[in-house]
């Protein structure tokens, strides 16, 4: 990759990093409010929830630019984690944090989808 390209990337990078710390701010939402009426602790408690959720995924999203920047440094970046091929210019451009190219990350999708599939208890039919 040249040299213009990697410090377009790691600028894009850089830029993503520092706006991904403000949904941070939200924490707050995550307080437990006790209150006598119970439509407004189930709608507490699915606001917490969401809150949760999205804390989570800023969190996962901070990680995976972080890496995504030491790839930089480290002179990886824009090669695949499991294959070592090139990452596409036109998968980086869409997911600049990308680890894996398309072929590998398929397959790590398929993979998930399976395990998950598998981990999932199963009924009988007397149950269904």
């Not at 929830?49 to 996962?60: M, N, R, T």
């Not at 990886?76 to 072929?103: T, V």
Request: glycine content about 6%; some cysteine.
């Amino acid at each position: 990759m040249k040299s213009q390209e990697l410090e377009r990337y790691r600028t894009t990078l850089e830029g993503m990093l520092a706006g991904a710390g403000i949904p941070l701010r939200r924490r707050d939402e995550i307080a437990i409010e006790n209150t006598a009426d119970t439509i407004d602790q189930i709608g507490n408690a699915a606001n917490r929830e969401l809150a949760v959720s999205q804390l989570e995924l800023v969190s996962k999203r901070q990680h995976e630019l972080r890496g995504a920047l030491q790839r930089v440094k480290n002179g990886s970046y824009g090669i695949c984690l499991e294959c070592e091929s090139d990452i596409s210019a036109k998968r980086l451009n869409a997911i600049p944090w990308a680890q894996f190219c398309i072929y590998c990350q398929e397959l790590l999708d398929h993979n998930t989808a399976r395990a998950e599939i598998g981990s999932m208890p199963t009924m009988s039919f007397a149950q269904r």
